[in-house]
C-alpha cells in the first residue's frame, strides 16, 4: 500500500505560546524570551522556620515542605537543585493542582485575548516541570471549571500525550439552584492524565467498599465462608456460546428448568456439577429457585473502581469547604476557594499510597498538605501569597501537627497529629538589572555567590575549601574577585586525580583559560555573571531543537 509523510502535530496556539511568562508580585506578568534569565535562573531555597518533628539532613529535602514563592520558580528550583532533584525528579506520586480559573477576574489588566494566552502559557510552564517531576506511575490532576477546561485538554495533551488522558471527573461542588443565571452551574472539572496510563492504571488504587455494597452480602444458610450475594447463573445467549451450555436443570425440588428465553448457562453441565458440588449455587431456601451463583463478601476486589461522577453526599462541597475553614479559624472570613478535604482524600487515596510524594503548587489554605499529611503521604506545598499562606496555610498544618484538627477526614484516618515540616522560601534573584546591563544583585557575594552560581551550572553545592561544587569528577570554585594564572595553579594543583576544574570569578585575566587547560585539561574558566546568561541562550536552543526534531520526525501513513 502506498505511504505518505507529514510531519507536525495537533496543537493548539495561542499568543506569544513560544514565550515565557515573568510574574511580578502584586503586578501582573510580563512576556520574556524564554532564555531570559529571570525566568531562566535556578533560585535557591531558603530554610525559613522548621515545624514539628524533621529530618536532620542540611538540604531539607527528605522533609514536607511548605514553599512560600511563585509555583514556576519552585517547580524549577525542585527539578534542578541536585539536593532536591535527586530527591523529586521522577518521584512525584501525585499532583493535584487548582490554579486560577480564569474567570475574568485574575488577569483583569489584559483584554479577552491576551488573558486566555497569560493563562495557557501560566499552565503550560507549571506542568511542563510537573511532568518532570511524576513518577512513571504518576498522575496530575488539574481542577478547572468550564472556563479554560476544553483549552487546557490540549494543552495537557501535547504536555503528556493524549493517550495518556485517564478522565475528566464531575465533582458536585453544590446541590442548591442558583435561580439568578441562565444556566445554575453545580460542578467543576479534575481533568486527570497520567505520566504512563497503562503503568498508572495498575499502580492506582480502588475505592473502599461502601456500606451500600457490603450491605448487599447475606449469609442466610449459614455458609462456614461467610458473607454472599447471589448472581445469574445464565447469561445473554452471545455468538460465541457453546452447544453445551443449553441444558436442563433439576432442582433439589425436583422442577425442572431452562435458562430464561434468549440466554444459555453460564457453565457447560460438567462445569455446573462440579460447582453444585463445591456448595456454591443457592436454590432458595426452599429448593425451588432458579439456581444462582455464591459470591463471597471475602472473595470480592478490595474496593471499587472509581466513576467519573463525584456526588456531593460522597466527597462534600464549596460550602463543606467553607464549615471546614470556619471550624479552624472562626474569626477570619473564610478563604475563597476551599476545597472539602473528602474531595482531597479521594484524590490522594486513589493516585498515591502512604509515604508516597503529593504535590500541590497552588496551595492556597492548605487542603492538600492537610489531607496529605493526615493521610501518611510526604507533601510539597506552593503558595505565592504571603497573607494566605500566614493567615491560612501555615495555622492549619500548625494545628494539624499539634493534633489540634479534629474536622475534614480526621477522624476517617485516625489521624492524631505528629511529624513536622519546613517553611522555605524562593530566594530572590541572584541578578539586577541597570539601563539594560546585567549585574550581580548585592546579596551574591562570597558564600551566597558560590552556592547560587553552582545552582545555575548543575553543580551539587557541597563546600570543600578551596572548591564549593561538585559535578562527576568535575570540581567549582567560585571566586567574588580577580581570577589570575596563579590563582588557577593553586586551584589546579589541589584537584584530585583525573578530576577538572570549571573556575568562576567576577573578573577573569584573559590568559587564564589556556593556563587552566594546560594544567587541567578539560578544565574551563568562566566569567559571571555574563557566562550563567550565555548559558541560559545555549540550554534554551538545545530544547527548542530536540523539541523541534521531535515534532518535525516525519511519520508514514497508508495513503
Known amino acids: 500500500m502506498p505511504t505518505q509523510k507529514y510531519s507536525g502535530r495537533l496543537e493548539l496556539t495561542w499568543t506569544n505560546k513560544h514565550r515565557r511568562l515573568l510574574a511580578h508580585r502584586g503586578e501582573g506578568y510580563e512576556w520574556v524570551p ?11 531555597l531558603r530554610d525559613a522556620a522548621l515545624v514539628g518533628r524533621t529530618e536532620t539532613d542540611e538540604s531539607g529535602s527528605f522533609d514536607n515542605l511548605l514553599i512560600r514563592g511563585d509555583a514556576l520558580n519552585a517547580l524549577v528550583s525542585l527539578s534542578e537543585l541536585p539536593a532536591f532533584a535527586a530527591e523529586y525528579v521522577g518521584r512525584v506520586r501525585l499532583a493535584y493542582i487548582d490554579p486560577p480559573f480564569n474567570t475574568g477576574q485574575a488577569f483583569e489588566n489584559y483584554d479577552d485575548n491576551l488573558e486566555h494566552s497569560v493563562w495557557l502559557t ?27 477546561m ?28 442558583e435561580n439568578r443565571t441562565d444556566i445554575s452551574i453545580g460542578h467543576d472539572n479534575v481533568i486527570v492524565y497520567a505520566a504512563n496510563k497503562p503503568l498508572w492504571k495498575k499502580a492506582r488504587n480502588l475505592l473502599p467498599p461502601s456500606e451500600a455494597q457490603r450491605a448487599r452480602y447475606r449469609n442466610p444458610d449459614d455458609d462456614s465462608r461467610g458473607d454472599w450475594k447471589s448472581t445469574p447463573v445464565h447469561a445473554k445467549a452471545e455468538k460465541g456460546r457453546r452447544r453445551e451450555q443449553f441444558f436442563t436443570i433439576t432442582l433439589p425440588s425436583g422442577r425442572k428448568v431452562d435458562p430464561p428465553p434468549g440466554t444459555c448457562w453460564r457453565f457447560t453441565r460438567q462445569r455446573y456439577e462440579e460447582v453444585v458440588a463445591a456448595g456454591r449455587i443457592w436454590f432458595g431456601e426452599e429448593g425451588d429457585s432458579m439456581p444462582a451463583l455464591k459470591k463471597f463478601w471475602s472473595e470480592v476486589q478490595p474496593g471499587l473502581v472509581p466513576v467519573s461522577i463525584w456526588p456531593h453526599g460522597e466527597v462534600g462541597t464549596t460550602g463543606t469547604a467553607k464549615n471546614e475553614i470556619l471550624a479552624l479559624f472562626p474569626n477570619l472570613t473564610p478563604f475563597s476557594t476551599p476545597k472539602p478535604e473528602a474531595l482531597i482524600e479521594r484524590i490522594i487515596h486513589i493516585g498515591s499510597n502512604p509515604g508516597d510524594i503529593v504535590l500541590d503548587c497552588f496551595l492556597g489554605s492548605g487542603t492538600t498538605a492537610a489531607v496529605a499529611h493526615k493521610m501518611g503521604r510526604r507533601w510539597v506545598g506552593v503558595e505565592w501569597r504571603e497573607d494566605t499562606v500566614r ?38 534573584s541572584m541578578f539586577e538589572e541597570s539601563d539594560g546591563v546585567v549585574y550581580l544583585s548585592d546579596w551574591a557575594v562570597n558564600g551566597a555567590l558560590a552556592e547560587a552560581t553552582a545552582a545555575q551550572l548543575g553543580f551539587a553545592y ?31 594543583a589541589a584537584l584530585g586525580p583525573r578530576e577538572t576544574l570549571v573556575i568562576c570569578g567576577t573578573s577573569v585575566d584573559p590568559e587564564v583559560k589556556e593556563h587552566i587547560q594546560a594544567a587541567a585539561p578539560g578544565s574551563a574558566i568562566r566569567k559571571i555573571p555574563a ?4 548559558q541560559y ?9 530536540r523539541e523541534l526534531a521531535r515534532v518535525e520526525t516525519p511519520d508514514e501513513v497508508p495513503a
Open 531 to 534: 557566562s550563567i546568561l550565555t
Open 122 to 148: 501560566m499552565i503550560r510552564d507549571r506542568l511542563v516541570q510537573i511532568r518532570r517531576l511524576l513518577s512513571e506511575d504518576g498522575s496530575v490532576w488539574l481542577h478547572l471549571d468550564d472556563t479554560q
Open 462 to 492: 557541597a563546600p570543600d575549601h578551596p572548591f564549593v561544587g561538585r559535578k562527576g569528577r568535575s570540581r567549582l570554585a567560585v571566586l567574588d574577585g580577580h581570577v589570575s594564572g596563579a590563582v588557577a595553579d593553586l586551584l589546579a
Open 150 to 177: 476544553h483549552r487546557a485538554r490540549c494543552v495537557l495533551d501535547e504536555v503528556f500525550g493524549a493517550s495518556n488522558f485517564v478522565a475528566n471527573v464531575i465533582w458536585q461542588k453544590s446541590y442548591t439552584r
Open 391 to 428: 493567615d491560612f496555610a501555615l495555622p492549619r498544618l500548625d494545628k494539624v501537627i499539634d493534633g489540634e484538627d479534629s474536622g475534614g477526614v480526621t477522624d476517617l484516618t485516625g489521624w492524631t497529629g505528629g511529624g513536622g515540616f519546613r517553611v522555605v522560601d524562593v530566594a530572590p
Open 34 to 44: 524564554p532564555h531570559d534569565y529571570r525566568v531562566s535562573e535556578v533560585r535557591l
Open 537 to 545: 541562550r545555549l540550554n534554551y536552543r538545545k530544547r527548542r531543537q
